[in-house]
C-alpha cells in the first residue's frame, strides 16, 4: 500500500513538477558543458574551485548548476566537494537516459509549450516548432538537426534491442515475402535480408520516407531483393497488395488513433491470405518489467499528442488485442519482452471462416 504524503511533502512534489522544465535544462547543461564527466572522472570528489578551472566555465555558472543538481540528487556536496551521485551516473552513462533527454531537448521541449491546444484540437500543435507539416511522419527525413539525430536514436534504441529474438519468431516458418509496413529507413528489412538470404521484402510507406529507405537499400547492394511501395494508410482507398506470407508492423500502429488502427488493420486483412501470417512488434506500457520503462512509454504517449499526430499514444496489450480482434484477426501467439527489450510480439492470423 502506498504511503499517504504529508501536506509539505506534497507541496514538495507539487513544486518538482512545477520548476520540471527549469531543473531539466539544468541538467542538460551540466551534462553538455562536461561539468558532469568531469565530476565523474573524479570519484573521490573534486572541489567546486577545481570543476571551474577545468571547465571553463564561470563561478556563477558552475554554482548555479551544481546547486540544481543537488536538489535533483545528481550530485552530492560536501565541505565544497562534489561527487557524482548514482543519478549522476545514469544520466551520464545509460544509453536509455541520453537517448531520452536527447529526444525531449531537442525534438520535444519547445513544441510541449503547445500541449493544451494540442489536446483539444486533436493535432500536433508543437509540431510548428520543427517544420510546417500536417504531422511528423512526412518531415522526418528533412527535420533539421538535432532534432533528426535525436528522433532516430530515439526510435532504433526502442526496436533494434528487439531485432535479434524476433528474426528468429519471424523467421521460424521460412516466409519468401514479407511486407514491411511503415518500414521507415529499411533497418528491420535489410537486417531480415541478413538473416535470410532467399527471403524478398517489400517496404510499405509514404513516398518521402521511402526515398530514404532506397537510398540505403542502394547503399547495402539490395535493389535486387527490396521492392518499394508508395502508400498513405490513412488513405483507406489506397490498398496494400497481395501475396505477402508475412506482414511486418514494427512500433508502427502506436502511431496512430484507435479507430486509424483498426482500418489500417482491415486493409492488411483485406490483403492477407489464410496462410498469412501478421506480427505486431510494439512496447506496451503495462508489459514492462522496471518502472523506468513504464515511466518512459508513457511520456512518449505526450510525444505523439504534441508532436508526431496529435491522436496516437502507447497502448496497453489488452486494448490493442481488442482491436485487432475488431479487424478480422485473432492473436495465435503472444512472445512477451523478447530479448533485452521493451517489446512484445503479437502473432497474427485472420479467423476461421
Not at 522544465?21 to 572541489?47: C, H, T
Not at 535470410?196 to 520516407?209: E, F, M, N, Y
Not at 497488395?241 to 514494427?250: F, L, R, T, Y
Not at 480482434?325 to 523478447?338: D, H, K, M, R, S
Amino acid at each position: 500500500m502506498k504511503k499517504e504524503l504529508s501536506a509539505i511533502e506534497a507541496k514538495y512534489e507539487a513544486q518538482k513538477i512545477a520548476f520540471g522544465p527549469m531543473y531539466f535544462q539544468s541538467v542538460v547543461a551540466l551534462r553538455d558543458l562536461g561539468i558532469l564527466q568531469y565530476i565523474s572522472e573524479n570519484r573521490k570528489g573534486v572541489s567546486i574551485a577545481n570543476i571551474i578551472e577545468h571547465v571553463h566555465v564561470s563561478e556563477y555558472g558552475v554554482t548555479l548548476l551544481l546547486e540544481a543538481a543537488e536538489i535533483l540528487g545528481v550530485v552530492e556536496i560536501e565541505e565544497e566537494i562534489v561527487r557524482i551521485s548514482k543519478i549522476g551516473f545514469f544520466l551520464l552513462k545509460d544509453e536509455m537516459t541520453r537517448v531520452n533527454m536527447n529526444f525531449m531537448r531537442d525534438v520535444c521541449y519547445l513544441g510541449a509549450s503547445h500541449m493544451t491546444e494540442s489536446i483539444v484540437n486533436g493535432k500536433p500543435e508543437g509540431l510548428k516548432e520543427l517544420g510546417n507539416w500536417p504531422t511528423i511522419y512526412e518531415g522526418l527525413s528533412i527535420l533539421p538537426e538535432p532534432a533528426k539525430t535525436s528522433w532516430f536514436e530515439f526510435d532504433h534504441y526502442y526496436s533494434d534491442n528487439a531485432f535479434p529474438n524476433a528474426l528468429k519468431i519471424v523467421f521460424a516458418k521460412k516466409p519468401k515475402m514479407l511486407f514491411d509496413i511503415g518500414g521507415n529507413t529499411g533497418k528491420w528489412s535489410f537486417a531480415c535480408c541478413e538473416h535470410d538470404a532467399d527471403v524478398r521484402i517489400k517496404i510499405l510507406d509514404l513516398p518521402v520516407q521511402l526515398n530514404v529507405a532506397r537510398a540505403n537499400a542502394a547503399g547495402r547492394g539490395l535493389l535486387d531483393r527490396i521492392d518499394f511501395h508508395a502508400i498513405d494508410l490513412l488513405d483507406t482507398t489506397q490498398k496494400i497488395p497481395q501475396g505477402a506470407d508475412v506482414i511486418w508492423m514494427s512500433q508502427f500502429l502506436d502511431c496512430f488513433s484507435k479507430e486509424q488502427i483498426v482500418a489500417i488493420l482491415q486493409n492488411a486483412f483485406q490483403a492477407a491470405s489464410q496462410d498469412t501470417t501478421l506480427y505486431i512488434l510494439e512496447p506496451f506500457f503495462d508489459n514492462q518489467n522496471y518502472p523506468a520503462a513504464h515511466y518512459s512509454l508513457v511520456a512518449t504517449s505526450l510525444y505523439f499528442t504534441i508532436m508526431a499526430n496529435g491522436n496516437s499514444k502507447m497502448y496497453r496489450i489488452g486494448v490493442m488485442k481488442e482491436l485487432i480482434g475488431q479487424a478480422g484477426f485473432e492473436v495465435v501467439n503472444t512472445y512477451p519482452l523478447i530479448g533485452d527489450s521493451y517489446h512484445t510480439i503479437l502473432e497474427c492470423r485472420k479467423k476461421a471462416q
